[in-house]
Structure formats: structure tokens, C-alpha cells
């Protein structure tokens, strides 16, 4: 650790009341004042879906836990009480870290921390549900495809810890935020879940020939109209760009790994040289556009099908991502896509290979209900309407995540070291 830093280590936003308090205290993860990582065991027999927790259950992003499937058929655990912060050591990258509210156990594939004399639980919970921690564990963990954490470099993790009150104070700020943050949460799931009731309804069930729930001006308008897929829609596949064609910088690559449920993910930006832009014309794309993903199409029996957004506006198809080309209404050819009935019909027809790779040949005989097109429009409108809220909301969610990711770079300072 530099000199400077021992002799300065605040944080750049403090609390008013604490600003002459002086420096916060260095010291690790591991320090016995500290935390203790817990070795506890409970046996099977004390299971229950209620409390048990493993990297299947744990939800990434820091969002918690959900209650388990199932339990495992034989095994010992971790026993873990109320206040101690989880961590899946496997791809941490994905963030799966939670502060239980419970007492429970956990599989070995699970850290338990628990706070000791120096620290609050709260405080303890912030300091590793932190973009910063986690890049510090992917730095020393083993392991290229499912990468694993090394318990003994998290216990070396440089931390800073202020008195007691001041702990408290921020812990109590960035609850506040969490609070905002889940109840935003829920309200994105909310209108997911509205969507998900109103689809259900407005396309028609199994053995049926029209939807349970009609629009007042096409209740006498007769059965809808079944057709094959095939003449429903085809899918225009990308080129087969190789990794000697990547770019710094250029026209937009759209790759499989872009296209994800109902949304595009740009992370992780690909570009092609510029010339490609032209040369390679007729795979570009526009927004408004929909792509489907044509390798491992499926997640969670969720098609992964998305509309184009402007972020890739212009890009290039891949050789495994396919545009959507239809005569009928395409939004309303968006939304058949995304029924249960359809998605199931066509995960039957691709199951068996790995990876499971779609193509319209696949799924071309799969039969399926069409109205005319006006009552195509009045249900893409219906739809479209809630997906631009769930847009809005869902960019209101990240907003305050950023905001409180930006807040704690600021209210906890960096100790030297860290990046190590």
C-alpha cells in the first residue's frame, strides 16, 4: 500500500457530519475483526426448498435469490444465519450476491461471509455486492468456461472500514436506494407479467381456432385462419464473417451473443471495417427490424427475438443471427413468435442437438393461426404499447442502478491494491 494513500484514505463524498472524523481503517476481507468465511455444517435431512441456496437460485446482478426447484439428492452444507452475505464462486462474474434474510444452508459451490465486530452486516453487504469486488475475485479465478473463485485471494481483498455510526449511515442511504430499486423492479416483472396474461388471451389456446379475449370489432369476424409457418415468415441468415474481419472501430457487427429476449444487448460492441458497410449491403439492418437468434434460439422456453434498436441501426448480420421477413403485419409476427404454443412447437423440432441451432426448414410445417390483417395491426398496437412501457420503466430501473453505482464510487474510497 503507497504511502499516500495510508496517509489520506477518505472517501470523496462524506457525509457532512463525519467530514473531520479523520481517515477510515485498512485492513482485508480476512482480517478475524473482520469476517469469518463459515465452515458450518447441516445435514440433508434439515433442507427445505424455503432455505436452501445454491449458484442456481442465487439471481445475478446482485437481484437476490428466488426459491429452489429442488433440493439435492444426498450431500452435507453450509450452514448460514440471518445477516450473512452469499456469493456463488462459480462465474462470479454473473454477480449472484445476497444478503440472507433467513437462516438456511447453502451447496459448497456457495461463500458464506459473515460479518464480525468491525463491521455491520449491512455495511459488509455493500462493500461485496460491489462491481469492485467482484472484478477483484474474476482476477484470480480458475477456470475458462466455468470459471471459479479462490477463497484465499477473496480473503486478502483490501477494504476500508469507517467507525460504526458512519458505517451505518451509508448503509442506510444505499438501503434507501435498494428500496427504490426493488420496487422498480417489481414494477417492470409487473407489466411483464400483464403481458405475458394479455398474450395468452388475445392469441388462441391449444385446439382453438380464436382467442379467448376479441377486440369489439372483430367478435363476428369468424375463425382465424391457419396457416404453416412457412408462409407466415422466413428467416434472411447474415454472412459468415470470421474474427480476421473485426474491426476497433467501423459498421456494427450484430452477433449472436447481441440478440437477447425481447431486447437487444449491447454490451459487448463488435465492429467491422467500414467497407463492409457497403460491400456487405444486402446483410445490414434497420431499426424497426426483428432478428432472432439461430443458435441456442431458446432460453428459459423464451424465444431469443428482438426488435432492432437504433444502437444497431446499420449493423451487419452474423451468419447465425436471421432478420424476419414477412408479408404479414411484422410486429404481429413478432408477438405470434413469442406464444408459449409456438415456442414450444418449435423447441420440439430443434431439441436433440448440441448446440441446437434453428433454420426455417426446421419449423416450416409447425401450423399456426392468422386473422386478417387489421386485427393483426389492433394486436400489434395492443402489445407494442406495453412493451414500450416496460421500455420506459425498465430504462427508469437502470437509471437508479446507475445512479447508486455511481453513488458508492464516491461514498467508499479505493484502497491500493485493489486491482492487484
Known amino acids: 500500500m503507497s504511502e499516500a494513500t495510508q496517509k489520506g484514505l477518505v472517501p470523496e463524498l462524506r457525509f457532512p457530519e463525519f467530514r473531520d472524523v479523520g481517515e477510515w481503517e485498512v485492513g482485508t476481507l480476512g482480517d478475524k475483526n473482520v469476517s469469518t468465511f463459515v465452515k458450518e455444517r447441516t445435514s440433508l435431512e434439515k433442507l427445505k426448498l424455503e432455505n436452501y441456496v445454491s449458484t442456481e437460485n442465487l439471481l445475478p446482478d446482485f437481484s437476490g435469490v428466488t426459491t429452489a426447484s429442488k433440493l439435492p439428492p444426498t450431500g452435507s452444507f453450509t450452514r448460514f444465519k440471518k445477516g450473512d452475505i452469499l456469493i456463488s464462486n462459480i462465474r462470479p462474474y454473473l454477480k449472484k450476491v445476497w444478503t440472507a434474510n433467513k437462516d438456511g444452508a447453502s451447496s459448497n459451490d456457495v461463500v458464506v461471509i459473515r460479518a464480525q465486530s468491525k463491521v455491520s452486516d449491512s455495511f459488509l453487504s455493500f462493500l461485496l455486492k460491489n462491481d469492485e469486488f467482484i472484478n477483484y475475485i474474476m482476477k484470480g479465478a480458475k477456470g475458462v468456461k466455468m470459471p471459479r473463485g479462490d477463497i484465499s485471494l477473496m480473503k486478502e481483498y483490501p477494504i476500508a472500514l469507517p467507525n460504526t455510526d458512519e458505517q451505518q449511515k451509508i448503509a442506510d442511504c444505499l438501503s434507501s436506494i435498494d428500496e427504490l430499486v426493488t420496487a422498480q423492479t417489481q414494477k417492470v416483472e409487473a407489466l411483464k407479467a400483464h403481458k405475458k396474461g394479455l398474450m395468452q388471451q388475445l392469441f388462441p389456446a391449444e385446439g382453438e381456432t380464436v382467442p379467448k379475449l376479441r377486440f369489439p370489432e372483430f367478435r363476428d369476424a369468424g375463425e382465424w385462419e391457419e396457416q404453416p409457418l412457412k408462409k407466415v415468415f422466413t428467416i434472411f441468415q447474415g454472412f459468415a464473417f470470421s474474427s480476421n474481419d473485426s474491426a476497433n472501430e467501423g459498421v456494427r457487427w450484430l452477433k449472436i451473443a447481441d440478440v437477447s429476449i425481447q431486447q437487444m444487448n449491447p454490451s459487448a460492441p463488435s465492429y467491422l471495417p467500414i467497407d463492409h458497410k457497403e460491400k456487405y449491403a444486402k446483410f445490414s439492418v434497420k431499426q424497426g427490424d426483428y432478428v432472432i437468434a439461430l443458435t441456442r434460439p431458446i432460453l428459459n422456453m423464451q424465444l431469443k427475438i428482438a426488435p432492432v434498436d437504433k444502437v444497431f441501426d446499420g449493423a451487419l448480420l452474423n451468419q447465425r443471427v436471421g432478420k424476419l421477413v414477412t408479408a404479414q403485419n411484422i410486429a404481429f409476427v413478432y408477438f405470434l413468435l413469442q406464444t408459449s404454443k409456438v415456442i414450444s412447437d418449435i423447441d420440439k423440432s430443434i431439441?436433440?442437438?448440441?448446440?441446437?441451432?434453428?433454420?426455417?426448414?426446421?419449423?416450416?410445417?409447425?401450423?399456426?393461426?392468422?386473422?386478417?390483417?387489421?386485427?393483426?395491426?389492433?394486436?400489434?398496437?395492443?402489445?407494442?404499447?406495453?412493451?414500450?412501457?416496460?421500455?420506459?420503466?425498465?430504462?427508469?430501473?437502470?437509471?437508479?442502478?446507475a445512479h447508486k453505482k455511481g453513488l458508492m464510487q464516491q461514498l467508499f474510497p479505493v484502497v491500493?491494491?485493489?486491482d492487484a
Open 351 to 401: 431439441s436433440g442437438s448440441e448446440p441446437p441451432n434453428l433454420s426455417a426448414q426446421q419449423i416450416e410445417e409447425i401450423k399456426t393461426y392468422i386473422p386478417s390483417e387489421k386485427e393483426q395491426q389492433k394486436i400489434a398496437d395492443c402489445l407494442s404499447s406495453i412493451d414500450n412501457l416496460i421500455t420506459n420503466e425498465t430504462q427508469k430501473l437502470n437509471t437508479l442502478k
Open 416 to 418: 491500493d491494491g485493489i
